[in-house]
Structure formats: structure tokens, C-alpha cells
């Protein structure tokens, strides 16, 4: 069945160092993948997103590309900030599917002044 | 700004009791979707409504579980009887009529303790 894998936490930066999360997944059409990011006390947002491959999606600094041929979905930050504490979610949706997500465990991510 | 309500934010309960969770979803939203996240996991797909219709519950534990939305506005997730495995946030998300795969807004979700 369709699946997503993230790289474990969690993952403590200082601020201004650089961030990945690394996202893989397995599915068997051809999906869309998104970030979505769960600060605390809040409920999930959409923070990105890239629906065909080799598109980049990118948002509040974030960037990730959609890698067909790895099935990677990496997310990238150039500097953090302690505002970017948070877990972050990456997902897959297959269009076909009813518009549902499929999520992989979250990466927690503290950044420190 | 529109926001998925949920209510209660927080319950605590004994196994073998009843509970119920509500969810408002934003006004439009035909979607409505009940997902499971259990401590140090990603969100699980419990049900998915359209409309007042169950389009999805194949993941939902139908033997103690039930869901609905019956004049297809807001909707209501029961568990009876609770069981220590239930403890875990439930999440409430909406989506337009006709939306892109992903594009769900969630609520701030019912974290359940089973004693």
C-alpha cells in the first residue's frame, strides 16, 4: 500500500543553522506530496506542497522538490528560526483516492536561541 | 479567519465508558474527515464524509466505533466502550467541494485519555 517514510527525531538546530527532513515514500499512481506543520497547541497546516514531478514547492522559507526518481520529497530550510519549532508532517494524496492523506510519524523539530 | 471547531479539547475517561467527539467543519466545506493520531505517529484516516455520506470508513473499528453527519453540516465520532489502545488526539478536517488532493484544513483536535 502507499506509504510515507521520514527520517526520525528529534531533530534540535540552533538558530540559523540549516534544516532537512528527509521524506520518502511508496505508492503505486502518481501522487501529490505536501508538508503539512503542527506547531504547538495548534491543529495541522498546509505548509507546502508540489503535485507532479520535479516540482518545487515552497513557502515561509521552506523549499522541497518532488523526486520521482528517488521518491524523495526532502524539506529544506536555509536558516531557522525558533518560530520554526514544530513537527512537521510530510504526506502523500493520490487523486483518485477521494482526496485522502496518507501521513508519515512527524519529525520534531526544536530550534534553540 | 474560518477554523475546523472541535469540542471537547480534552477528555479523560475510564475504559468501558462512552465518548463522544464533535467537529464544525469551515462553512462550505462538503469534506469532512475524522483522522486518529496516536502519541509519536502521523494521523490516521478513521472516516471521510461527503456531504452526509460515508464515502471511507474502512479503517474505522465499526465494533466500537461509530460516525455521522447527518444533516451533512457538523458531525460527531463515538467510541463505546472506550478502551486504553483509544487514548489519542482526534483530528477533525474539512475541504471544499472539488479541492486538490491535500488541501484539508484541521482542527486543533481531541486528545482522549483512556484511565
Known amino acids: 500500500g502507499d506509504s510515507v517514510t521520514q527520517m526520525e527525531g528529534p531533530v534540535t538546530l540552533s538558530e540559523e543553522a540549516f534544516l532537512t527532513i528527509n521524506c520518502t515514500y511508496t505508492a503505486t499512481g502518481y501522487p501529490s506530496l505536501f508538508w503539512y506543520v503542527q506547531y504547538p497547541g495548534e491543529g495541522l497546516q498546509l505548509l507546502l506542497k508540489a503535485t507532479k514531478a520535479d516540482d518545487k514547492g515552497s513557502n515561509k522559507g521552506f523549499e522541497a522538490t518532488y523526486r520521482k526518481e528517488t521518491t524523495s520529497f526532502h524539506l529544506e530550510k536555509g536558516s531557522v528560526q525558533v518560530s520554526d519549532s514544530a513537527v512537521y508532517f510530510c504526506?502523500?494524496?493520490?487523486?483518485?483516492?477521494?482526496?485522502?492523506?496518507?501521513f508519515g510519524s512527524g519529525t520534531q523539530l526544536t530550534v534553540l536561541p | 479567519e474560518a477554523e475546523v471547531a472541535q469540542s471537547p479539547r480534552y477528555k479523560i475517561t475510564e475504559k468501558s465508558q462512552a465518548v463522544a467527539f464533535w467537529c464544525d467543519p469551515i462553512?462550505?466545506?462538503?469534506?469532512l474527515y475524522w483522522y486518529r493520531q496516536i502519541l509519536g505517529q502521523g494521523p490516521e484516516l478513521l472516516v471521510q464524509?461527503?456531504?452526509?455520506?460515508?464515502?471511507?470508513d474502512s479503517q474505522l473499528p465499526k465494533d466500537r466505533f461509530s460516525a455521522e453527519r447527518l444533516k451533512g453540516v457538523d458531525s460527531t465520532l463515538k467510541i463505546q466502550p472506550a478502551e486504553l489502545g483509544d487514548s489519542a488526539m482526534y483530528l477533525c478536517?474539512?475541504?471544499?467541494?472539488?479541492?486538490?488532493?491535500?488541501?484539508?484544513?484541521f482542527g486543533e483536535g481531541s486528545r482522549l485519555t483512556v484511565l
Open positions: 504526506a502523500l494524496g493520490l487523486s483518485g483516492s477521494a482526496r485522502q492523506l496518507t
Open positions: 478536517a474539512s475541504s471544499l467541494p472539488g479541492a486538490k488532493a491535500g488541501e484539508l484544513f
Open positions: 464524509f461527503q456531504d452526509e455520506s460515508v464515502v471511507d
Open positions: 462553512s462550505g466545506h462538503a469534506t
